[in-house]
């Protein structure tokens, strides 16, 4: 059974910095896109980032560009995001998601990051 | 970037309803669309790969159609179980992922 399980959510205050790590099990990790997506309360679905089996490809959103880093640890199946400068329009519910031919196939069940003062 | 626009963003229907919502593009995207399904507190769901395939262990009662601009999703016999919110996803440019803003099924 394919699991996605999300830590590392909290209450942060503006200007301050979180990780966020994906455990993932049940399927070959190290052959899929990994990706993050958030959804900020009462609001839809938006993508975040991006990161290819091999790490050689990665993608964020311009939302997010030069304040996030998406990486992956193929050995220990594990994918992470570095958040850093959170503002408050950060916060949201951060999806570990897992990407096959165009669509995300598997979600966690989400950690929920809160940007306040 | 593509725009994903759904309508509509709610609708209200009864059990035993046939329901339809639209997913416009703002460009091409040949059929690269996934529909999913989101109920309150929890994560989405695949409903709809490739603007028609069924995802496995989804009811036949979920279908989806369309191609180039215009895709829809349509629930035959609406069920207790599907009034959630319905999200379209564009994957023909990436990046970004874009998703439609929803569309709410309620009683």
């Known amino acids: 059974e394919v699991q996605l399980v999300e830590s590392g959510g909290g209450l942060v205050k503006p200007g301050g910095s979180l990780r966020l790590s994906c455990a993932a099990s049940?399927?070959?990790?190290?052959?899929?896109?990994m990706n993050w997506v958030r959804q900020a309360p009462g609001k839809g679905l938006e993508w975040v980032s991006s990161?290819?089996?091999?790490?050689?490809?990665?993608y964020y959103a311009d939302s997010v560009k030069g304040r996030f880093t998406i990486s992956r640890d193929n050995a220990k199946n594990s994918l992470y995001l570095q958040m850093n400068s959170l503002r408050a329009e950060d916060t949201a519910v951060y999806y570990c998601?897992?990407?096959?031919?165009?669509?995300?196939?598997?979600w966690g069940q989400g950690t929920l990051v809160t940007v306040s003062s | 970037d593509i725009q994903m626009t759904q309508s509509p963003s709610s609708v209200s229907a009864s059990v035993g309803d046939r329901v339809t919502i639209t997913c416009r593009a703002s460009?091409?995207?040949?059929?690269?669309l996934a529909w999913y399904q989101q109920k309150p507190g929890k994560a989405p769901k695949l409903l709809i790969y490739?603007?028609?395939s069924l995802q496995s262990g989804v009811p036949s009662r979920f279908s989806g159609s369309g191609s180039g601009t215009d895709f829809t999703l349509t629930i035959s016999s609406l069920q207790p179980e599907d009034f959630a919110t319905y999200y379209c996803?564009?994957?023909?440019?990436?990046?970004?992922?874009?998703f439609g803003g929803g569309t709410k099924v309620e009683i």
């Open positions: 490739a603007a028609s």
């Open positions: 998601a897992r990407k096959i031919m165009g669509a995300i196939d598997y």
């Open positions: 996803q564009q994957a023909n440019s990436f990046p970004p992922l874009t």
């Open positions: 049940g399927f070959t990790f190290s052959s899929y896109s």
């Open positions: 990161i290819s089996s091999s790490s050689s490809y990665i």
């Open positions: 460009q091409g995207i040949s059929s690269w």
